[in-house]
Antibody, heavy 120, light 111 residues
Framework: QVQLQESGPGLVKPSETLSLTCTVS??????????WSWIRQPPGKGLEWIGY???????NYNPSLKSRVTISVDTSKNQFSLKLSSVTAADTAVYYC????????????WGQGTLVTVSS | QSVLTQPPSASGTPGQRVTISCSGS????????VNWYQQLPGTAPKLLIY???QRPSGVPDRFSGSKSGTSASLAISGLQSEDEADYYC????????????FGTGTKVTVL
């Protein structure tokens, strides 16, 4: 059974960089044709896809966030990570990591989510 | 930023059938398959329907999906109290370099 777990600071100051890590168990980030995504949800609002890293290492980002986002993978730790720079209060959200099993992005496994608040 | 439009709310009594619509465009629903997610209060979303009408293992057959042109629908038949949740449609959008877009979300209330 694949499990995903987000980790990282719950509070980030404005203009700084948000950094989160997703640890994958029960499966490998470097095997199989899977897409490893980050998705966020502001409090009381809907879902927004941030981007993915493919098992091969290629990435694709939401154009609205592309200039600030980097997603990377650490195969030795079976983790993938999110960095979002120059954050503002609008980046306050629950951040989820998830796995998609096809290019059409059906995300079949999700982490429980972690709330990141941007505030001084 | 949602480009897929859903009604904000839907409701029904136990046992009734509820339908949720999802309206998109030629660059998303019109050219790619649709996924549906269920989000129970305080939890992560769960994949409910993929590839327009396929149910992952463990999803009751009370849930069904369909697609026609640039719109899709999710139907819940035999509504149960545990179906009270937020539901989101989603699809790949071919505009720009491509991105995955979610619907605006629909809150289903069991009366």
């Amino acid at each position: 059974q694949v499990q995903l777990q987000e980790s990282g600071p719950g509070l980030v100051k404005p203009s700084e960089t948000l950094s989160l890590t997703c640890t994958v168990s029960g499966g490998s980030v470097s095997s199989g044709s899977y897409y490893w995504s980050w998705i966020r949800q502001p409090p009381g609002k809907g879902l927004e896809w941030i981007g993915y890293i493919y098992y091969s290492g290629s990435t694709n980002y939401n154009p609205s966030l592309k200039s600030r986002v980097t997603i990377s993978v650490d195969t030795s730790k079976n983790q993938f990570s999110l960095k979002l720079s120059s954050v503002t209060a609008a980046d306050t959200a629950v951040y989820y990591c998830a796995r998609a099993k096809a290019v059409t992005m059906p995300h079949d496994y999700w982490g429980q989510g972690t709330l990141v608040t941007v505030s001084s | 930023q949602s480009v897929l439009t859903q009604p904000p709310s839907a409701s029904g009594t136990p046992g009734q059938r509820v339908t949720i619509s999802c309206s998109g465009s030629s660059s998303n629903i019109g050219s790619n398959t649709v996924n549906w997610y269920q989000q129970l209060p305080g939890t992560a979303p769960k994949l409910l329907i993929y590839s327009n009408n396929q149910r992952p293992s463990g999803v009751p057959d009370r849930f069904s999906g369909s697609k026609s042109g640039t719109s899709a629908s999710l139907a819940i038949s035999g509504l149960q109290s545990e179906d009270e949740a937020d539901y989101y449609c989603a699809a790949w959008d071919d505009s720009l370099n491509g991105l995955y877009v979610f619907g605006t979300g629909t809150k289903v209330t069991v009366l």
